[in-house]
């Protein structure tokens, strides 16, 4: 199948390209960054995903995965509008199989950035929208939103041993996801699955079902 990737030269984007190359897809992918990935089937473009007139013309996509997203930088802008315009060019047309975004546990919590949180929430509802319009070309479109991630740009808390520490205590796995694990989510949710759509995945390791309970010994 024709795969559409946003973000595809480091972590999640880039595993997930990686996992969806191996299983035999084209996949085309758009990153501001230089490509990080060297393959026959894989094809890259260089550019920020709010510069809709440097978009590649592409034809036919089966799946479109949103995944470029960034942290207190125009979060709304990359996280959301983009993301809003990329589905509607490439995502809402009669190839389509599937449209996968990847959101955040953090527009269930609302624990980050005001922004961040605000963008994230808005791919919930707008996933909804997006399910049913592609719902006629038996299509599915979904939210996988990951909690901790072991990613470059969290590098920041990762080696802080004290920060890190009290980001464990709040994950009952006490662990969190490598980006291979969040691929594998995302080659289900627009691959193997069929039927699930208009949903919020949270791949969280529990951390939203975490609480303190005080209580008399």
């Not at 949103?66 to 959301?80: K, S």
């Not at 546990?105 to 049913?132: D, I, Q, R, W």
């Not at 920041?156 to 980001?167: A, G, R």
Request: include cysteine.
């Amino acid at each position: 199948m024709k795969v559409l990737i946003t973000g595809t030269t480091q972590g999640i984007g880039k595993a997930i390209a990686e996992l969806f190359l191996k299983e035999g897809h084209e996949v085309i992918g758009i990153d501001r960054q230089p490509a990080g990935i060297v393959h026959d089937n894989y094809t890259h473009h260089q550019c920020d995903v709010r510069d809709e007139a440097n978009w590649p013309r592409v034809d036919g996509v089966n799946i479109l995965i949103n995944n470029a997203g960034t942290q207190n930088e125009d979060d709304i802008d990359i996280n959301l509008k983009a993301l809003i315009r990329l589905t509607e060019r490439y995502g809402v047309q009669p190839a389509i199989k599937s449209v996968l975004h990847i959101g955040s546990a953090s527009a269930h919590t609302g624990a980050e950035f005001p922004e961040y949180c605000a963008s994230k929430g808005g791919v919930l509802a707008y996933t909804k929208n997006v399910a049913m319009r592609v719902a006629p070309y038996g299509a599915t479109c979904n939210s996988l939103d990951p909690g901790g991630v072991l990613t470059p740009l969290n590098e920041c808390v990762m080696n802080d041993p004290e920060l890190w520490s009290q980001i464990m205590d709040e994950t009952p796995l006490r662990r969190w996801a490598t980006p291979e694990e969040i691929a594998q989510w995302a080659y289900f949710l627009t691959v193997v699955n069929g039927f699930c759509t208009g949903q919020s995945i949270l791949v969280d390791g529990g951390e939203a079902i975490n609480y303190h309970f005080v209580w008399k010994d």
